[in-house]
């Protein structure tokens, strides 16, 4: 395949540099944007003060998708000569291999593990990428997943761990934003995965889930050989996609997909029942006091075909929870696979009422 010269905002370069209102997202576009070299310089001129760590963590979480390659940074502080500072990145490949980075000057991150903060969302176009129009198809396939494999910018971040499926799980979870959150139906159904992992026959088993939120039942779901399909709103796609691919990533037999889902619109479009055929359906903690339970039910049933089981984990905590659960059971044959009381967790099986 013919390699075109690096272009980035129709110019063609192998540096990139930043004036002092350069912002991250102006990076970010470098990267999904540049066919990499083996030798890439980027030098950026912040803010008196600031610093370049969220730079450093995106290259190290990238640095996953290129071999081989090693990027020098460079940074100025106003009119101070500029602090060296480089990475070494190796590729994670099956069989193990790491990664080792080396800041020549300056504070470094308190962790190689830490998240950068994303892009803002202004300039991103509608799939999510950004840059020019019309280019995407102009990039490696590789740089191309990179172009949702970023958090939202949440202000804070803490790293959550769980072991499920005889794995330690590392999610990454901000307080922010109810979809970047797990909550106690997430720890049931996965508990209630693992546990019941060989009479369901998860074993490539297609599995959707709805409202996957950080992620969490997905990845269990994939350890434990399923074929995932996480969904929830755009804005919890980044941190999700994140969680999953630090998680699944040379780790499961299948690769976990990443879709939008928006309850009740746009669902024989993009989830045409033709193609899109699932054994499993999971939700969790979905219901709660919010205005769109009525299209959340119409997603379910619209989800499901013959065959198709859903489980559904949730904690009770309002009356409208139960009024929903009284509509649930209007729609779907539904059976109470397990009940925590000390949480006021239910776990239920529904199978759509065809009659």
Request: glycine content about 8%; proline content about 5%.
């Amino acid at each position: 395949m013919r390699r075109e010269q690096p272009r980035i905002w129709g110019k063609s370069m192998t540096s990139l540099a930043l004036d002092p209102q350069g912002t991250l997202k102006d990076m970010y576009t470098f990267f999904i944007e540049i066919q990499f070299q083996k030798l890439l310089e980027i030098h950026l001129r912040l803010q008196q003060g600031s610093t370049c760590l969220a730079t450093v963590a995106l290259l190290l979480h990238f640095s996953r998708r290129w071999k081989g390659d090693k990027l020098h940074l460079a940074e100025a502080l106003g009119d101070s000569d500029p602090e060296e500072r480089s990475v070494q990145a190796s590729s994670l490949l099956p069989g193990g291999s790491g990664m080792d980075a080396c800041l020549r000057s300056g504070q470094q991150p308190q962790s190689v593990d830490e998240a950068p903060r994303p892009p803002d969302e202004e300039g991103l176009q509608t799939d999510g990428s950004s840059g020019p129009p019309g280019d995407s198809n102009k990039i490696e396939p590789s740089l191309q997943s990179l172009q949702k494999f970023v958090p939202m910018n949440y202000a804070s971040y803490t790293q959550e761990y769980y072991w499920f499926a005889g794995k330690r799980i590392v999610i990454q979870e901000s307080i922010e934003s109810y979809g970047a959150v797990v909550w106690p139906g997430a720890m049931a159904l996965c508990q209630y995965l693992e546990e019941h992992a060989e009479e369901l026959g998860l074993q490539g088993a297609k599995m959707l889930e709805i409202g996957a939120g950080p992620g969490l039942v997905s990845i269990v779901a994939s350890i434990l050989g399923a074929q995932v399909t996480a969904t929830d709103l755009p804005d919890v796609l980044g941190n999700l996609q994140y969680n999953l691919l630090r998680n699944t990533l040379n780790h499961t037999a299948h690769l976990p997909e990443v879709k939008e889902l928006v309850w009740g619109e746009g669902l024989e479009q993009n989830f045409p029942k033709s193609t899109c055929y699932y054994d499993y359906l999971l939700a969790s903690d979905v219901v709660y006091h919010h205005y769109f339970l009525d299209k959340l039910l119409a997603t379910m049933a619209y989800l499901c075909q013959p065959g198709t089981v859903l489980l559904w984990a949730n904690k009770f905590r309002f009356s409208t929870d139960y009024e929903f659960l009284d509509k649930f059971k209007q729609v779907f044959d539904t059976t109470l696979l397990a009940e925590f009381q000390e949480s006021s967790i239910k776990l239920f099986k529904g199978v759509l009422k065809w009659d």
